[in-house]
């Protein structure tokens, strides 16, 4: 366990026993709501997690690494990057999916440019979002959305 998840574990736990002293019975009930809400949610990240299990599986990072490897900077950047446009996966395990992706050797800036139009972009969510907000807004959000994580992409390749 690395300081920042054990730093996290302390700080969770101390606040839950400050929280427990100060009204045990709001405790209990938030923790309640917490849980119920928590199993509501675990098939859905269960899923998530069997199906990115066997995408790499199918493909492993490895193969991933190779062929990016092969494309050119901008077109493995582009590519990464309107792949994540498409896929809706939760941050939480974007983040590992990607980290795996680059220790099997896949370039920094395709990879933040997969993770930024999977936390930015979303033609997945497109419909409901132009219902909301119309579609010249979705359309100059996703857009620029987009256009900003190729630039952040590039910047992260420069600085790391």
């Known amino acids: 366990m690395d300081i920042f998840t054990a730093a996290m574990w302390i700080g969770t736990t ?82 590992p999916l990607v980290g795996t992706l680059v220790d099997a050797g896949v370039s920094i800036v395709p990879s933040v440019a997969f993770l930024t139009t999977l936390t930015m972009v979303g033609v997945v969510t497109f419909p409901l979002e132009k219902r909301e907000f119309g579609f010249k807004f979705t359309a100059t959000r996703n857009g620029l959305s987009f256009l900003f994580a190729i630039i952040i992409a590039m910047v992260m390749g420069v600085i790391v």
Do not use: H, Y
């Open 14 to 95: 101390v606040f839950l026993l400050f929280s427990l002293k100060k009204d045990k019975s709001k405790t209990l009930k938030a923790l309640k709501m917490a849980f119920s809400m928590g199993k509501g949610m675990l098939g859905s990240i269960l899923s998530i997690i069997f199906l990115i299990g066997l995408i790499l599986t199918i493909l492993p990072p490895e193969n991933i690494a190779k062929f990016v490897g092969s494309q050119s900077l901008f077109i493995a950047t582009v590519g990464a990057a309107a792949f994540g446009t498409i896929t809706l996966i939760p941050a939480f395990i974007a983040f």
